[in-house]
């Protein structure tokens, strides 16, 4: 006995949730999800990535638009009638019941036999390495095997969307990076659609295919890991993933899709994504900052307020006319001294225009 | 799922309806629905037996009912998400209701109920009963289609269970608790000769007896409604007291055994209402042991002042000082200790910061308690019947409207509802006002410090006031077990086990074993009709909790104020809007057992529902929701996961439940019958032809009994669990016995 993957694409169309006639959770969100991919709903709290992934569960129903899975319209059906397991932040498992109680609960419900509920409960517990733990009760496991438990639980009915809810924030700092790898395991090797709600940049880029960014209930930007942190459209991307320094410049020309950027007296050509001549702003990885004395004479110049040794790197802070610059540093530059004129320069990749 | 044919759940209330109209005896038959004998009374065709079908045959606003039962069948093959699906349900469960009550309404006893009809059809020579087990499955069946339309037409999220259980719990609390006060009130608008008059109303509404206030100036008495009110705030006040000073004692003064203080809040919940008053009458009535006492050193004549407001007055305190001691003991508990710890960094001394700090944070929680007080005292029914002398209260003046050679509901009516208007007021007080306010400090984390003790002076006198009524408490408890042994109370003093053989001999005879003691009938009967409706009232409490904490409806406020409102009728209100509206068709339940357990069900219906909503509340939702997303429909869920882990407050429900109904009085005694007489109410019989022997002993029977029920529940559910649940059960909304 094997469980399969039954994957199924998910669409949302023009959907806004409001609660009680009051709080647009959601609003007017359309995107796809592809069959078979792991996509993540990225935001700070209470931007409406749980309300959108209960959507799709079908424990909220959608006040305005269109939900359509697998390429059936399942907008106005309960979660009971719906092909989509979840598992919960708290994991929900029912206390009452054993383990193997528990992943076999909704197969029974759904009519197969005593032998094959059997059969994919205990491949089910297989699969996520729980083997014999079967007879016991939830209470008796730690915190990383009930996720197990309730991964396991959701996977045995081979649903066609399994959703996750920030599954790691229970989890204590060292078992997170473990479990997501093993949730990433499972999706790619039984090619299942999974949506995933976290509010942490770092394993969102770890685990997904796509990223949905979202905030203040609407969409900000939707593209791959990569995507997302070499090219931000807006400040609130660029910040939100990764750090960035946000910095006013002014676009001086633009042929052929490249820009001719001012900032502080330094030119530089970037990529123009759209943007017209005029004053725009552009965002900078602190680490593809570079700074060197002042004489060094490129770049433009700026004032080092603070310089911070934290282990891995260097932490510099940097006042110039182009508003206050956070720079990163593998390695301390002696040359550098606080309070004293400094030159800031980017690497090739650096700075990014943003459209928006 | 969509599906074609016909829903499933449509099919089973359709053939359930279908097969209650053809088969089932329509009316309700004399001896009430518990009685078989229909079976052989010309069932299904003929007489007392006849079903819906053929009484049709004689009666024809009858056969309507079976045109809007078929009707679903017109959905046949279509969708749920269909229109005309929910339409034509949504038409046969609604038409199919209101004519079902239309009829019962406008054709009773008597041929029409309305004069219009009469005027329109002629006097017609047509009767019918009280509704039977045709008529209420057929309803069922039509409530169902209703909610099924609905729930069709996507109301809460398209739920049919859901649905369907609101609208049954609206139903009943409808039939059983607003349609009977209705009836009251109109009761009260009616002459003797049956017509309705405004005129008639005010003047019984402004009798001198209920409103006088003689008593101010001069004269003898007052009117019942000012000594009501006045008894009332009365015990609302010094109980509060009390209670305040037990919870003092227990948190604020270092005192070891609090345990056994909260142990001693059990008693009044296994004690019969009338019980402390009786002790009263043992302790200070005429032959009583203090008066005879104080007479033989003082040489004065006995007299009866313990009857009248006295009386009344430290029997309620005794019985209600533990439910206030339950109410602010979380109250005192509730104020965070770093309130006070921070008053006192600020220079305060431990007097000032009670006064200024620890007082007003408690300030909520005291109202709270006096209006509970209030409204006990208010709905109190059983100590004013055997203390009040001549000091009337409303509650009895209610039955005695009834009972006595006055005989006149009207009148009861419009002193029940003078009544409900001082509960009603003082509940609505609790739930919106005090319920806006909240001084709630508790705030769960890093709150470790201590409640700083009293200073010296006030513990010495908290200690002595709470050391005294200890000691009067144990002494009334005392006296009533003592006090059943012995035979004639004041006048032959001596030990006798007579009241008990009495009461609850056992003999042989040719037949066997013979309960030859004159307890045992009630006795029986009030087991019986406890245990009946124990579970009944815990299945619609957590139901109606269920629906309360995990579904959200529009009129969800609404909904769950109309179901605790109950707490705030005073079971005499009950009892007699019961006799009005019970007695006569469409529903005619008068001198069954089933109106007892009708009363008890739904007098103890909040119980249930606070016990669940209080266990349920902690119940983390995304269970449900697990289920839910596993393929579990929401009656799946509710069966399956909820109930299970509900199972503790399931017991509680089921057991105070049962020792409420074993203790209730109030409604009880204008309810039971010749056939089902209860334990209370016989007692209460006694006690009037002064055999007080006999009531006492069977009382201290009584509270053995229950008793042993809540011990054996401890056993069941463990220790820790019990406080705790009685606590929610009992400090929230209840009135009287
Ligand atoms: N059941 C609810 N009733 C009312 N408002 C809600 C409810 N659930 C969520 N909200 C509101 O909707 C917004 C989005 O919530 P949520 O989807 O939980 O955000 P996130 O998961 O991104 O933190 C928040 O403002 C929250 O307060
Ligand atoms: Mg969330």
Not at chain 2, 11 to 26: D, Q
Not at chain 2, 135 to 162: E, H, K, P
Request: glycine content about 10%.
């Amino acid at each position: 006995m094997k469980i399969k993957g039954n994957a199924a694409s998910v669409e949302f169309e023009h959907v806004t949730k409001v609660y009680g006639g009051m709080v647009k959770a959601v609003d007017d969100v359309s995107f796809a999800v592809a069959a078979g991919t792991l996509v993540t709903l990225l935001g700070p709290s209470g931007c409406g990535k749980t309300t959108t992934l209960r959507m799709i569960a079908g424990l909220e129903m959608a006040t305005a638009g269109r939900i359509v899975i697998g390429g059936r319209d399942v907008t106005k059906l309960p979660a009971t009638d719906r092909d989509v397991s979840m598992v919960f932040q708290s994991y929900a498992l029912f206390p009452h019941m054993s383990v193997q109680e528990n992943v076999s609960y909704g197969l029974k419900l759904s009519g197969h036999s005593k032998d094959e509920v059997r059969e994919r409960t205990e491949a089910g517990l297989a699969l996520v390495g729980l083997k014999g733990y079967g007879s016991r009760s939830p209470s008796e496991l730690s915190g990383g095997q009930q996720q197990r438990v309730a991964v396991a639980r959701a996977l045995v009915l081979e649903p066609e969307v399994l959703l996750f809810d920030e599954p790691l924030s229970n989890l204590d700092a060292k078992l997170r990076r473990q479990v997501r790898e093993e949730i990433r395991e499972i999706q790619t090797s039984l090619g299942l659609t999974v949506v995933y709600v976290t509010h942490d940049q770092e394993e969102a880029l770890a685990v997904s295919d796509r990223i949905i960014v979202m905030n203040n209930a609407v969409i900000a930007q939707m593209g791959t890991p990569r995507q997302l942190y070499e090219a931000p459209d807006t400040a609130f991307v660029a910040d939100f993933i990764g750090e960035a320094n946000i910095l006013p410049c002014v676009v001086e020309d633009v042929t052929d899709g490249r820009a001719q950027v001012r900032i502080d007296g330094m030119t530089v050509t970037l990529a123009a994504r759209g943007v017209g001549k005029g004053p725009a702003r552009l965002a900078v990885r602190p680490n593809r900052i570079l700074l060197a004395p002042a004489a060094a004479k490129s770049g433009f110049t700026g004032t080092l307020r603070k310089a911070t040794y934290v282990g891995s790197h260097w932490e510099y802070s940097v006042e110039s006319a182009a508003g206050n610059i956070f720079a990163k540093a593998l390695d301390g530059d002696d040359r550098l001294t606080v309070g004293g004129p400094v030159a800031i320069g980017f690497t090739a990749e650096g700075p990014v225009l943003l459209p928006q | 799922m969509l599906r074609h044919g016909l829903d499933r759940n449509v099919t089973f209330w359709l053939l359930t309806g279908l097969a209650a109209f053809v088969l089932l005896p329509w009316y309700g038959i004399e001896r009430g629905y518990l009685d078989m004998r229909w079976i052989t009374g010309g069932w299904p065709f003929r007489g007392s037996g006849a079903s819906g079908l053929f009484a049709g045959l004689e009666r024809p606003w009858l056969l309507p009912h079976l045109v809007f039962l078929l009707l679903p069948l017109a959905a046949w093959g279509r969708l749920k998400s269909d229109p005309l699906f929910s339409a034509t349900l949504l038409f046969a469960g609604a038409g199919g209701l209101i004519w079902l009550l239309l009829q019962g309404f406008a054709i009773g006893l008597n041929g029409f109920e309305w004069s219009w009809l009469e005027a329109l059809f002629g006097p017609q020579d047509i009767r019918q009963f009280g509704m039977g087990y045709g008529a209420l499955f057929t309803a069922a069946a039509f409530l169902f289609f209703l909610s099924s339309g609905l729930a069709a037409r996507g109301v809460v999220n398209g739920d049919t269970f859901v649905v369907g259980s609101i609208g049954f719990v609206i139903a009943v609390v409808g039939i059983f608790i607003f349609f009977p006060i209705m009836k009251m009130f109109i009761a009260g608008l009616q002459t003797d000769d049956g017509s309705y008059s405004l005129s008639v109303f005010i003047a019984k509404f402004a009798d001198r007896k209920i409103w006088s206030l003689a008593c101010m100036t001069g004269g003898t008495r007052c009117g019942v409604a000012w000594n009501s009110l006045f008894l009332a705030v009365m015990v609302g006040l010094f109980s509060t007291l009390l209670g305040l000073v037990f919870a003092l004692v227990v948190t604020r003064t270092g005192f070891r055994f609090g345990r056994f203080l909260r142990a001693m809040t059990l008693l009044p919940i296994i004690t019969p209402p009338f019980v402390i008053g009786l002790a009263i009458i043992l302790l200070f009535g005429l032959s009583g042991t203090v008066t005879t006492t104080i007479a033989g050193i003082t040489g004065m004549q006995p007299t009866r002042w313990v009857y009248g407001f006295t009386g009344v007055f430290i029997a309620q305190l005794l019985a209600f000082t533990p439910i206030a001691f339950l109410v602010l003991i979380g109250v005192v508990e509730g104020v965070s200790p770093s309130m006070e710890e921070a008053a006192q960094t600020l220079r305060a001394g431990r007097w000032h910061t009670f006064r200024t700090v620890s007082l007003p944070l408690m300030r909520p929680g005291l109202a709270n308690a006096f209006l509970l007080g209030f409204i006990e005292s208010m709905a109190d029914f059983g100590n004013p019947l055997v203390l009040s002398g001549n000091f009337d209260v409303l509650s009895t003046e209610i039955f005695f409207a009834i009972v006595g050679a006055q005989n006149d509901a009207g009148r009861a009516a419009v002193l029940a509802m003078v009544l409900l208007f001082f509960t009603l007021a003082a509940f609505y007080l609790q739930r919106f006002w005090l319920g806006k306010k909240s001084y709630t400090t508790l705030t769960g984390k890093g709150d470790s410090g201590h409640h700083p003790l009293l200073p010296k002076q006030l513990r010495y006198v908290l200690f002595a006031i709470a050391g005294v009524w200890t000691v009067f408490t144990l002494v009334v408890y005392f006296i009533i077990i003592y006090g059943s042994f012995v035979e004639v109370w004041g006048l032959k003093n001596n030990l006798t086990f007579n009241h008990y053989v009495r009461a609850f001999g056992l003999s042989w005879n040719e037949f066997g074993l013979h309960f030859s003691g004159a307890a045992w009938d009630s006795f029986w009967t009030t087991l019986q009709i406890s245990a009946i409706s124990a579970p009944l009232t815990a299945a619609i409490g957590l139901l109606t909790a269920y629906l309360l904490v995990r579904q959200s409806f529009a009129g969800k406020q609404a909904f769950e104020f109309t179901t605790m409102l109950s707490f705030a009728v005073p079971g005499t209100v009950i009892g007699v809007s019961y006799i009005v509206a019970f007695n006569v068709p469409p529903i005619e339940l008068t001198g069954t057992g089933l109106i007892l357990i009708l009363s008890f069900i739904f007098r103890n219906m909040p119980v249930g529902v606070r016990a669940g909503v209080a266990s349920m509340s902690q119940l983390d939702k995304s269970l449900d929701e697990a289920s839910l997303t596993l393929g579990a429909n929401s009656w799946q869920t509710f069966r399956k996961i909820i109930l299970p882990l509900l199972r503790p407050a399931i017991l509680a429900a089921l057991v105070y439940s049962f020792v409420r109904a074993m203790t209730a009085i109030s409604a009880v005694i204008f309810l039971v019958s010749a056939r089902y007489d209860m334990a209370t109410s016989y007692i209460i019989g006694r006690v009037e032809n002064n055999d007080y022997g006999l009531a006492i002993a069977y009382s201290t029977v009584l509270i053995f009994v229950m008793f042993a029920a809540i011990g054996l529940f401890q056993l069941l559910v463990g220790r820790r669990q019990l406080g705790r649940r009685f606590d929610q059960s009992r400090t929230n909304w209840e009135a009287g016995g």
